[in-house]
């Protein structure tokens, strides 16, 4: 952690970063505190890669501290919550970004503990975490603040359910329409919440995505993706800081598509 204050439109804000040790995690953790927010970094096992994003944030004169808890152990979520309100303050902006891919077995063959298991990460953990920090978020937004954010990383998938994905697709359909009954039920409380739904991206999962399904390198897809190469993290981390800036003052219960217009290259 740095005790410098931060300037910049997240000026002021706390921010968790679920999956913020790498990939889209990782630029979006970079991207809220170069914007001004005070940044958790959460990771489940790469301490090592958390610890190097805390750094940049603050060799760059940020705030930030990293904390292991996997998203799905509602224990270890609850005592990350209290630490982070000790160490950086209440929580009032939350990116659910940590998760999982499936197995990429079709339906009939994928047992009902992969398909829990997916739920359990992509959905019923990050509802726990939204059910811990939502009193601080509420009051955030009722002072100084002025509001608070949730912004869910999904998937283009849930619109196109490609085979051998249902568990991964349902458990993000499911958050999917948590986020927007969140947006109904707590825009009175002046909180936001938004879902951004990429489609490939170039992350380490992405990578290994279209090794196992294509054979390739993810880069000798660029040519044929939109604007000539596929999703950067960047991307997608630049349109979660839209969703949390001040210019998104009447946005809520949205879903933004980033995969440059589609369609993306397949890779089921």
């Given at each position: 952690m740095n005790g410098t204050p931060n300037a910049g439109p997240l000026a002021g804000r706390t921010a968790l970063v679920t999956g913020g040790s790498r990939g889209v995690g990782r630029a979006v953790a970079l991207r809220l505190a170069r914007d001004g927010a005070d940044v958790a970094v959460n990771y489940r096992r790469d301490a090592a890669?958390?610890?190097?994003?805390?750094?940049?944030i603050v060799a760059a004169g940020g705030r930030a501290?990293?904390?292991?808890?996997?998203?799905?152990?509602?224990?270890?979520?609850?005592?990350?919550?209290?630490?982070?309100?000790?160490?950086?303050?209440?929580?009032?902006?939350?990116?659910?970004?940590?998760?999982s891919a499936s197995r990429g077995q079709d339906v009939a063959s994928t047992s009902y503990a992969d398909y829990l298991q997916l739920m359990r990460v992509h959905a019923f953990g990050p509802i726990g975490l939204i059910q811990q920090v939502l009193p601080d978020m509420r009051k955030a937004a009722a002072g100084e603040v002025g509001r608070g954010d949730i912004v869910m990383i999904s998937s283009n998938t849930t619109l196109s359910a490609p085979p051998n994905s249902a568990p991964y697709t349902m458990a993000k359909a499911a958050m999917e329409m948590c986020v927007r009954t969140l947006a109904r039920e707590e825009r009175r409380?002046?909180?936001?919440?938004?879902?951004?739904?990429?489609?490939?991206?170039?992350?380490?999962?992405?990578?290994?995505?279209v090794s196992a399904s294509r054979g390739t390198d993810i880069g000798d897809l660029d040519a044929a993706a939109p604007f000539g190469r596929v999703c950067r993290p960047e991307d997608v981390a630049g349109t979660v800081a839209f969703l949390v800036s001040p210019d998104s003052g009447y946005v809520t219960g949205q879903q933004l598509i980033v995969d440059g217009g589609g369609p993306n290259p397949t890779i089921f």
């Open positions: 890669a958390a610890d190097e994003v805390v750094e940049q501290a990293a904390y292991c808890a996997s998203i799905d152990d509602e224990a270890a979520v609850a005592d990350m919550v209290v630490a982070i309100r000790s160490d950086l303050g209440p929580v009032d902006l939350v990116v659910s970004n940590a998760g409380h002046g909180i936001h919440a938004n879902i951004v739904a990429p489609g490939l991206i170039a992350t380490d999962m992405g990578k290994r995505l």
